[in-house]
């Protein structure tokens, strides 16, 4: 039993990277917050992204995967939609240079733009919705102890690699000049839209 648990956790750990690792809103503003709060960002927005995921898996876990899997084009509408609008934020920011005060960043909510991030991601739910639910489902299937583990191996994902991603941020900002700022930014922005216009694009063929 206990080798069946430990290897469904290393599984769940590795299915857990296929969504973290995928380049999305989460990490960019994980990169963006880890220029001006250092390592912290990363584990404080990947908070916000647990908090999500964790209603998501009481829903899946109560039957309701079935009831959103009918909306999945507009899932793809709506945060394609999101998606550029976060990519012309970005670049509208990138024209302002390296803000001058950094207090405000400081000060910033992570863990609200964790929450936010997450659910504005079309891939964070079409994830969700067909890998995400198949793990947990099958997990659920052996035992709450399978669903748990699932949960726990995913979560730790997450957590290692934002915090791994701004670990190695808030080391380098000290030597990040205000032009690699601004491009950092534009290119952000840019991946943002052309994620946006993929998943507008692929709603007509998913519907």
Not at 24 to 42: D, H, K, M, N, Y
Not at 74 to 91: E, K, M, N, P, R
């Amino acid at each position: 039993m206990e080798y069946q648990i430990a290897e469904f956790f290393v599984l769940s750990f590795l299915v857990g990277l296929t969504g973290c690792l995928t380049p999305g809103p989460t990490l960019i503003v994980t990169i963006e917050l880890s220029l001006f709060r250092g390592w912290q960002a990363g584990p404080l927005v990947t908070v916000g992204h647990i908090l999500t995921e964790g209603i998501i898996a009481i829903a899946i876990t109560f039957g309701f995967s079935y009831f959103f899997s009918g909306y999945t084009a507009y899932v793809s509408y709506i945060g394609g939609v999101a998606l550029i609008l976060f990519g012309i934020l970005t670049l509208k920011s990138s024209t302002k240079g390296m803000p001058q005060n950094t207090e405000n960043i400081r000060n910033s909510r992570p863990i609200y733009a964790g929450f936010v991030t997450a659910v504005s991601n079309p891939f964070f739910w079409f994830w969700w919705m067909t890998i995400g639910a198949g793990f947990l489902l099958d997990g659920l299937a052996s035992g709450i102890i399978f669903g748990i583990t699932f949960m726990t191996g995913h979560w730790l994902a997450d957590i290692e690699w934002f915090t791994f991603v701004s670990v190695g941020i808030g080391k380098g900002k000290n030597i990040i000049s205000e032009r690699i700022y601004m491009m950092v930014l534009v290119g952000c922005g840019l991946f943002l839209i052309l994620f946006g216009l993929f998943f507008l694009i692929t709603g007509n063929q998913i519907r």
